[in-house]
């Protein structure tokens, strides 16, 4: 188990007046230069320079051998080095002090994985379920093994389970190539229309953005609609694209009563409730111009919550996917860029930035005009 220090009782000596002096214990000390390895560890880990993280580990590790936090590291940097052999030893030597860790069970599972023993992978990865019933990553993992060793009944079983605990394994699980083995059965077609069911919940009402958010192919998408629509789980609309119509989808009222909406759609089950063209076309408009306005006064701030609105469903987020699709997931990687290295990423790309919303902006005042006349 990680050991975690504290500030203990102190030693006391006194002088020949009578006074108390404390003295620290030599263990805070000891403490401090192993959280301060561990942490230079970490830094170099997100630098990718994994062997002087290794390095560094291994030297809080002479201070306090039994750390649980800092062998789980060193475990990682070695498994992603592909140093299997010293990743099994490092994972096991946690488990000799902690054999209920769920974490150092489900990553030695890793490991067998990486070396295509899934047997072994999927003892590992029942020990941490075992340890934790509702780790949705071992419970994934778990089905993804027994797709892999053929045992297919089993392997959805495990797949329905971890979707229980964690909804986007759902999603996480169509693209999974390790599901290939029951991506044709009635039971895997069942988990697709439980991720288009969430992506309409979420506030995706069109197939284009539910192709999108859910990675299925089109086709599969639509089956999926169909047989919701059949199910009585969802319902089906009619919005104007120009001159023509497109269908869109929400979930039926007894449904939506159930499980709740995640944000608000921008389309309502009847056509009254639709926006108008013209307001929508207005607000995304003035979203521009006030994004355009923090990206030239350099507020990251300000600019990433102004990116919300190009992104959120239930804002302008559906209307970007339908129109700028590839302006929509520029802007998404924009801001996890933003996030990460703040202003300085700002400032590097602010002319590019500033290019592509000027670029929506005629596109936008020209259906304005059109949709005006």
């Known amino acids: 188990m990680k050991k975690l220090f504290s500030r203990k009782s102190k030693e006391v000596e006194k002088t020949k007046e009578g ?9 805070i000390d000891v403490d401090y230069n192993r959280k301060k390895l561990f942490k230079k560890g970490i830094n170099l880990m997100a630098d990718e320079k994994l062997e002087e993280a290794i390095d560094m580990f291994e030297q809080a590790l002479r201070i306090e051998p039994s750390n649980v936090e800092t062998l789980m590291k060193l475990g990682y940097a070695r498994f992603h080095l592909e140093d299997y052999g010293e990743a099994l030893k490092v994972y096991d030597k946690i488990l000799d002090i902690d054999v209920t860790n769920p974490e150092a069970w489900n990553l030695k599972g890793l490991v067998h994985y990486e070396q295509k023993n899934y047997s072994k992978a999927l ?32 392997a959805l079983e495990a ?19 390790d599901f290939m083995n029951v991506r044709i059965e009635e039971g895997f077609k069942r988990i697709e229309e439980i991720v288009v069911l969430e992506s309409i919940r979420q506030g995706y009402h069109t197939i284009g953005a539910i192709v999108w958010t859910t990675f299925l192919d089109k086709v599969d998408a639509e089956t999926a609609l169909r047989k919701l629509l059949e199910k009585g789980l969802i319902v089906q609309n009619e919005k104007r694209d120009g001159l ?3 269908p869109i989808y929400d979930l039926a009222d007894n449904i939506a009563e159930k499980i709740g909406k995640e944000k608000k759609g921008l389309f309502g089950i009847t056509r009254k409730t639709l926006p108008k063209p013209v307001k929508n076309l207005k607000e995304l408009s003035q979203a521009i111009h006030l994004t355009k306005e923090a990206i030239e ?57 500033l290019v592509l919303f000027n670029n929506i902006e005629g596109t936008v005042t020209k259906k304005l005009r059109n949709e005006i006349a």
């Open 19 to 27: 006074k108390i002096i404390p003295k620290e214990r030599s263990l």
């Open 123 to 154: 003892a590992a990865v029942e020990k941490a379920i075992e340890s934790d019933p509702t780790y949705g990553m071992a419970l994934y993992n778990q089905a993804c093994f027994l797709s892999l060793l053929n045992q297919v009944p089993e």
């Open 159 to 177: 797949l329905k389970h971890s979707i229980e605990v964690d909804v986007k394994n759902a999603r996480k699980s169509i693209r999974d190539k």
């Open 244 to 246: 023509s119509k497109i």
């Open 297 to 353: 006064e350099e507020d990251a701030a300000k600019t990433l919550d102004l990116f919300e609105v190009f992104i959120d469903p239930s804002k302008s987020g559906e209307q970007m996917i339908e129109t700028f699709f590839d302006e929509h997931r520029e802007i998404r990687l924009w801001k996890i860029r933003i996030k990460d290295r703040g202003v300085d990423y700002l400032i590097e790309n602010k002319e590019k930035m």
